[in-house]
Nanobody, 126 residues
Framework: QVQLVESGGGLVQTGGSLRLSCAASGLTFSKNVMGWFRQAPGKEREFVAGISWSGGRTEYTDSVQGRFTISRDNAKNTVYLQMNSLKPEDTAVYYC???????????????????WGQGTQVTVSS
């Protein structure tokens, strides 16, 4: 049974930082592309960042480029999202997702991912 468990969310002031973690089990983590998505109240879930199986390729949505960093530790079956210079518009539930793929690629669309975590709330106060 595949499980993705996010942690690290919370309440932070504008300009602050948070580090999200997503621990994976039940899959061969090193053979999965990983992604972070977010969903704000009343909005659709959107792509935030993605990383290839090796970590050699990363992609970000424009609004977080330069502020967020995605990384992974295949030995720990964990993907991270370091979020700096947080803004109120970053407030959302953050989800990690996985798709089995051994190519150096990153996926940006919801339908391209197979497994999802339950999410962790990030709230940025102004």
């Amino acid at each position: 049974q595949v499980q993705l468990v996010e942690s690290g969310g919370g309440l932070v002031q504008t300009g602050g930082s948070l580090r999200l973690s997503c621990a994976a089990s039940g899959l061969t983590f090193s053979k999965n592309v990983m992604g972070w998505f977010r969903q704000a109240p009343g909005k659709e879930r959107e792509f935030v960042a993605g990383i290839s199986w090796s970590g050699g390729r990363t992609e970000y949505t424009d609004s977080v480029q330069g502020r967020f960093t995605i990384s992974r530790d295949n030995a720990k079956n964990t993907v991270y999202l370091q979020m700096n210079s947080l803004k109120p518009e970053d407030t959302a539930v953050y989800y990690c997702a996985a798709r089995g793929d051994y190519k150096t690629t990153v996926y940006q669309y919801l339908y391209e991912y197979t497994y999802w975590g339950q999410g962790t709330q990030v709230t940025v106060s102004s």
